[in-house]
């Protein structure tokens, strides 16, 4: 979708600067981008991306970069049931294979979660939650690096 060919030669910058102008593009809804490609602007109606995406996208760099040029509106799952499980389900995926190429992006997953810039239902973040602490000590003592509040 971004690249033709390979991209293994480009660096994980430039594939960021390349989700992220595909991202904003959509935001903005530039006369180059189809309609049906374009997040709605209407301040009454919400834009969040599918879930599955990021199972169609299935890099973690793709992924990664996805979740860092996505706004936290964007991100927010916890409106829709079924929305909320596609993501538990994605998420859930990616932590149990965090060991391989299939978890890539776990940490960025991680990570997202821990900040708030993806938020699910109650009971799926319960779900999400305890399969990372029960992931293995790895997963578990950086999900706690970045939960727990340190003072300076």
């Known amino acids: 979708m971004f690249f033709e060919g390979e991209y293994q030669v480009l660096s994980d910058a430039v594939i960021y600067l390349a989700v992220a102008t595909a991202v904003q593009c959509a935001r903005e809804g530039t006369h180059t981008t189809e309609p ?3 997040f709605d602007s209407n301040p009454f ?3 969040v991306i599918d879930p599955q995406m990021f199972s169609r ?8 970069a996805l979740l860092r040029c996505l706004h936290r509106s964007e991100l927010d799952f916890s409106q829709s049931a079924v929305l909320s499980r596609q993501a538990r389900e994605l998420f859930v995926a990616v932590i149990r294979n965090a060991t391989n190429v299939v978890g890539e992006a776990a940490l960025e997953f991680m990570a997202a979660l821990a900040t708030g810039r993806v938020s699910l239902s109650p009971q799926d973040d319960h779900i999400v939650r305890e399969r990372i602490r029960s992931a293995g000590p790895n997963i578990a003592q950086v999900w706690d690096m970045f939960t727990t509040r340190t003072s300076i």
Request: charged share 20%; glycine share 22%; proline share 0%.
């Open 36 to 38: 049906r490609l374009r």
């Open 57 to 64: 996208f299935s890099d973690g760099i793709l992924q990664g």
């Open 45 to 47: 109606v919400g834009s």
